[in-house]
């Protein structure tokens, strides 16, 4: 199962989320549910449709809760944001063909270095 910190701070940054990600958990029985790993995953696609449609508000806020996060993160969440989060997203956004210039303006200084990483 997914932090309820993680889960409720990022599909509040993401509300268009949400809905599909609680649809998703449904389909899990007993125990047995989605990880953070998996929640990343559906903020990374999210996003990516936010920067694509040029939805940059929506973007803008889950920007500024990425950046609480990290800014307040002990090292093992840090690592966990970083490593299946912002990483994966940066690698995302550029395969995807999205420039720099819709993105980076957003980003808080702990996330742009981040972000910067990405190879």
């Known amino acids: ?18 809905e599909s ?3 998703h958990r449904g389909t899990f029985v007993g125990n047995e549910g989605p990880d953070d790993r998996a929640l990343f995953d559906a903020v990374r696609r999210h ?3 936010l920067l694509a449609a040029g939805r940059i ?3 803008s806020r ?5 950046e609480r996060l990290i800014g307040d993160a002990d090292p093992i969440l840090y690592d966990l944001l970083r490593e299946e989060l912002v990483v994966p997203l940066a690698r995302d956004v550029r395969e995807t063909g999205l420039e720099a210039s819709r993105v980076e303006p957003y980003l808080g200084a702990r996330t742009a ?3 910067s990483t990405a190879g």
């Open 1 to 18: 199962m997914p932090s309820p910190f993680l889960e409720s701070t990022l599909l509040g940054a993401c509300p268009g989320l949400r």
């Open 21 to 23: 990600w609680e649809s």
């Open 47 to 49: 996003v990516v449709g």
């Open 57 to 59: 508000a929506e973007f």
């Open 62 to 66: 889950f920007a500024r809760a990425l």
């Open 113 to 115: 270095l981040v972000w």
